[in-house]
């Protein structure tokens, strides 16, 4: 392979080749895992490419097919698990210069791909009183694309569930990495081709997502006696569907109070927290319901005037604050299946104590109320995470395993076939993001086999 082969081809482009700027952009929040850490931390591309249209993203992708250079694409760089490092080297695609809107519509919008969702939102708002169903917590700083690629659900799930939720996405606009690259208008079930596929078997350059009323949104933290009645009042919320709201978090006691340094004056010592979002119009219904389960609201702000929303305390952000804390912490993802949620939730507790402090997230999922665990972890070994791993799955709480980076590995635990026949037609030559979507190497692969991969094709003992 020959990135300079491609770069000399293609001067029109604006390429950064500075080692530090290359490696700075080749680089996500993978560190928020000791284990990817260890595994990636000297990953780096050889060049960046920041093209401004669709025209050059193709001139790039068919000059990359020609001389056989991966290429690995980027939004904002906020993903987790090091979606976005170029695992094989070659050139990392920035496709934060496609920011433009291409239209609004009442209850719909298209955008090009590295539209932040922050300017999206404010754009819907302002023309046709509308908002994204939900975003990540990153909101001020991801892109669209960045999100369908490689994120999943965020604040908004309460109501609308994730992404792979039939008609959270209406339309994708993707190219394919051929010797002469086509553009794909993937529409209907055909959208869960690309949507979180880590952008191995395509790139997306617009979005088409549908809408929810605008609301002004009120952000309520309310103190609890203990976890289980913070949570029970986060699902009676998320289930009460005449009330519009738009996040229930919940975090064990001591969470806030050592790690959530805006919230700390408001918390008393020894509360569990609940993080709500609620449209104006509804607060006063919050102290009814409050009451029923102990507890006593300690903060409200509107979101949009706050320096600091409360959205950006829960979901990844609650990791990020504690971080911020004791670099030594790190997380978990799981789930606490319905209807046992509330047994799994308090044996969980009573379990790992103070070594796993929880962080609950409710979401509505095909209709039912949910409740996916965000768990700080107090890391000591790679052995004991795993013990910790094991121990919630055996029990019944599945992870979405955060110290993993292929697509398999992380949510899915089985091969996505419709998404590897689609990378056979989109991307012949595996080189879009290559190592990520593990059944490209490993077309057999079970999640029994417990191997982690490390880089391309080579096992690594878990
Ligand atoms: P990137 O991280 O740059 O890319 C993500 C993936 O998509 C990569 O695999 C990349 O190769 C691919 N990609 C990017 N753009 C394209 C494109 N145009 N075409 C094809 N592939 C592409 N995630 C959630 O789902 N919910 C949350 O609430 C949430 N909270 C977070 C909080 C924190 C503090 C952090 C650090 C992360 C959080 N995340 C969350 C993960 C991440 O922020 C989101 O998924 C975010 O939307 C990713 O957007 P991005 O623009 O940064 O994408």
Not at 105 to 115: F, I, L
Request: with cysteine.
């Amino acid at each position: 392979m020959t990135v300079a082969a491609v770069i000399d081809s293609l001067p029109q482009i604006d390429w950064i080749t500075d080692p530090a700027l290359v490696r700075l952009k080749s680089r996500d929040f993978f560190w928020y895992s000791p284990v990817l850490k260890r595994q990636l931390n000297g990953v780096t591309a050889e060049a960046v490419a920041c093209p401004k249209d669709e025209a050059e993203i193709i001139a790039i992708m068919a000059a990359c097919v020609k001389h056989q250079v991966p290429l690995t694409p980027r939004g904002a760089g906020t993903g987790n698990y090091g979606q976005a490092m170029p695992l094989k080297g070659g050139i990392v695609l920035d496709l934060m210069g496609l920011d433009r809107i291409v239209w609004t519509k009442p209850g719909v919008v298209r955008a090009q791909a590295g539209v932040k969702l922050i300017d999206l939102d404010a754009h819907t708002r302002r023309e046709v009183r509308g908002e994204l169903r939900f975003h990540p917590s990153t909101k001020r700083t991801a892109s669209i694309g960045g999100f369908i690629a490689g994120g999943s659900s965020g604040i908004g799930s309460c109501t609308y569930g994730k992404l792979r939720e039939f008609g959270n996405i209406l339309g994708l606009r993707v190219i394919t990495m051929e010797a002469e690259p086509r553009v794909l208008e993937l529409r209907g079930t055909d959208i869960d081709k690309a949507n979180h596929a880590y952008g191995t078997n395509g790139i997306i350059t617009e979005v088409e997502m549908p809408l929810a009323p605008a609301w002004d949104w009120v952000d309520v933290l309310a103190g609890f006696p203990d976890t289980l009645s913070a949570a029970r009042f986060a699902e009676a919320l998320i289930a009460s569907d005449g009330i519009a709201k738009k996040m229930a978090g919940v975090v064990a006691p001591g969470v806030a109070q050592t790690y959530f340094k805006m919230l700390q004056p408001y918390v008393p010592a020894g509360a569990a927290c609940a993080l709500v979002m609620v449209a104006e119009p509804f607060l006063e219904l919050l102290k009814p319901l409050l009451d029923r389960f102990g507890g006593t609201e300690l903060y409200r702000c509107e979101t949009e005037k706050a320096e600091t929303p409360l959205y950006e305390f829960t979901w990844n952000h609650t990791t990020l604050q504690a971080l911020k804390v004791d670099r030594s912490l790190t997380y978990l993802q799981t789930l606490y299946p319905p209807p046992n949620h509330f047994a799994l939730i308090e044996k969980m507790e009573k379990t790992f104590g103070d070594e796993v402090p929880l962080h609950l997230e409710f979401v509505r999922l095909n209709g039912v109320v949910t409740c996916f665990g965000l768990q700080l972890v107090r890391y000591t070994t790679e052995e004991r995470l795993q013990q910790i791993i094991d121990i919630h799955e055996d029990a019944g709480c599945p992870v979405f395993n955060p110290h993993a980076f292929t697509l398999e590995e992380g949510g899915m635990k089985r091969i996505d076939s419709e998404q590897l026949d689609f990378k056979r037609i989109a991307d012949p030559h595996g080189l879009l993001n290559p190592g990520k979507m593990l059944a490209w190497d490993d077309p057999d692969w079970t999640p029994e086999r417990k191997r982690t991969f490390y880089l391309y094709g080579q096992a690594d003992a878990p």
